[in-house]
């Protein structure tokens, strides 16, 4: 059986609220045929972990797996009420910081340059680089095969994270996100 690492729930919410556009990486095992699936179930709701036990409790997991299920039943593949599905739906979130250093040593800089309309002379004073700290965002959405429990299909979208977006805002950026990673789903 898979096993995977658990993550920061909030992140999914919070790529899809990038700052920037994200990235998207599809990638799937084509020797699988897609064709048959019809059904899936929520990998937490068949296998009991601690990031399943977390996010029955979270809004952002129901505002994903909304998001999931609008774009499933548009390519024709609905929840299973019971049993195991064909496959089982999981995502990943992950953050992490980073900081961007650009500018010059601080310190005193000049220069003096001659040409055919003259002279001129700059001089300046830096303070130092800026530094910037960000957070960098992904989201992977795997598709598992219940019966050889093997991943078939994994879409991974990457960005800059936005801060301070409201809920409205990370409801589309949800839907927008996951309405990328699932586009050509089912692959032919």
Known sequence: MPIFKPCALLLLA????????PSYIIDHDQSYDFSGIKTYRWYDDMVDTKTAQYRQYNG????????????????GITEASSGDGDVWLN???NKQQRTRISGQEQG???????????????IGYSTGPSVKTYEDGTA???IIDVRS???V????????LKNDRDLAD????TIKVTRELLDAFPPE
Do not use: F, N
Not at 14 to 21: D, P
Not at 170 to 173: E, S, V
């Open 149 to 151: 429990q093997k991943l």
């Open 108 to 122: 005193a800089y000049g220069s003096a340059a001659v040409g055919t309309y003259g002279r001129a002379v700059s």
């Open 140 to 142: 992977i959405l795997d």
């Open 170 to 173: 990370r409801r589309k950026a």
């Open 14 to 21: 919070g790529l899809i609220g990038c700052a920037s556009e």
């Open 153 to 160: 299909w994994r879409g991974v979208a990457q960005g800059r």
């Open 60 to 75: 952002s997991d129901k505002r994903v797996r909304k998001a999931v299920e609008d774009e499933m039943r548009r390519h």
């Open 91 to 93: 995502y990943s979130p």
